[in-house]
């Protein structure tokens, strides 16, 4: 038996403390959170006992094996710094650090801690993109030469989460992220990279629509395309829509997750829709679905002391993509990375 402790137990907290109920082999057996109400409400939903307003008292006390931190962005060095010296293993939320030396500091406290250290990266994860990469992986469409991968859409995510309309960095930080993230794990590492960006919405503070050419190392191009100002019905939340051709065909994640494959001499139509887990709500199901195999790794990897594929490491490229993006909109240049 393994046993974690989750440290933040917001909005999306809620989704992952459903998830690892489902995990086999696996307790969590402590929380953390400076909201007393939100910490009392989350123990009593999950059956927690061992309860914290301070994350150092918590990991100090110990009797567990990892942490899972699922706080705002500002606060993850110092957590999975503390998640090190208390050798401790380390499950992190996205966006992973603020800026690339936070990232890079906490991957090298991990690695020399020798603790495994995962980042909540979760789109890459869906089903529906999952069956995307197998059927590319498996050549149903030869060599892959351009791709769109695109999220728009007129959802209120600040209902849930407010604090996403008062951050100077928005769309590309908080869902671009992901799609920049899905654009790598299926054409590979970025070389160069261009980006636009717009502020629709006045009562946000950041931008919400965001444009991003990619070129990949294995001669790819792909473009990267996220709105939260797009009305369309019906809506496509949370879908990330797919197009790629290849040499030898093409392939497209339609909404409603239909996965079409075409060559010269045939069409391929598959359902790969998620299933409604029993704990998951429409239309959040496909991501909820997504945190419980991410989590599911996660803890196959500690069992087998292997990497996950969304490692500290691995996550320090996506990042980069952010981060190159926010400096080619403010430039107008084109990034080589």
Request: hydrophobic content about 45%.
């Amino acid at each position: 038996m393994l046993n974690g402790a989750m440290i933040g137990c917001g909005f999306f907290a809620q989704n992952q403390m459903h998830a690892w109920q489902a995990v086999p082999g696996l307790r969590i057996v402590a929380l953390c959170d400076r909201d007393p109400d939100r910490l009392a409400q989350t123990a009593a939903r999950f059956g927690v006992d061992r309860t914290y307003a301070d994350a150092a008292a918590m990991m100090a006390d110990g009797g567990f094996d990892f942490v899972d931190i699922a706080t705002t962005v500002a606060s993850h060095r110092p957590l999975v710094l503390a998640a090190a010296n208390a050798g401790l293993h380390a499950i992190c939320q996205k966006p992973f650090a603020s800026t690339m030396q936070d990232a890079r500091a906490m991957v090298a406290a991990m690695e020399q801690a020798g603790k495994i250290l995962m980042v909540h990266e979760n789109f890459r994860w869906q089903s529906p993109v999952r069956a995307v990469l197998d059927a590319l992986r498996d050549g149903a469409i030869g060599r892959p030469f351009f791709a769109r991968f695109s999220f728009r859409s007129g959802h209120d995510v600040f209902s849930g989460q407010p604090y996403l309309a008062t951050d100077p960095r928005f769309i590309i930080q908080d869902l671009g992220i992901h799609i920049l993230d899905i654009a790598r794990a299926t054409l590979g590492d970025v070389t160069r990279l261009s980006a636009s960006t717009a502020r629709i919405n006045p009562a946000i503070r950041g931008e919400d629509v965001a444009t991003i050419l990619l070129d990949h190392a294995g001669g790819a191009a792909s473009v990267v395309d996220c709105s939260y100002a797009t009305r369309r019905l019906p809506e496509t939340f949370p879908e990330t829509l797919i197009e790629i051709d290849g040499d030898r065909g093409s392939l497209r994640l339609e909404a409603g997750y239909r996965l079409v494959i075409q060559t010269e001499t045939a069409e391929e139509v598959r359902d790969v829709a998620p299933p409604l887990l029993p704990w998951a709500d429409r239309p959040w199901h496909n991501i909820q679905e997504s945190v419980q195999i991410i989590q599911s790794h996660f803890i196959d990897c500690l069992r087998e002391g292997r990497q996950p594929e969304t490692s500290g490491r691995d996550n320090l490229q996506t990042l980069a993509l952010v981060e190159a993006a926010y400096a080619s909109a403010r430039d107008g240049s084109r990034i080589a990375l």
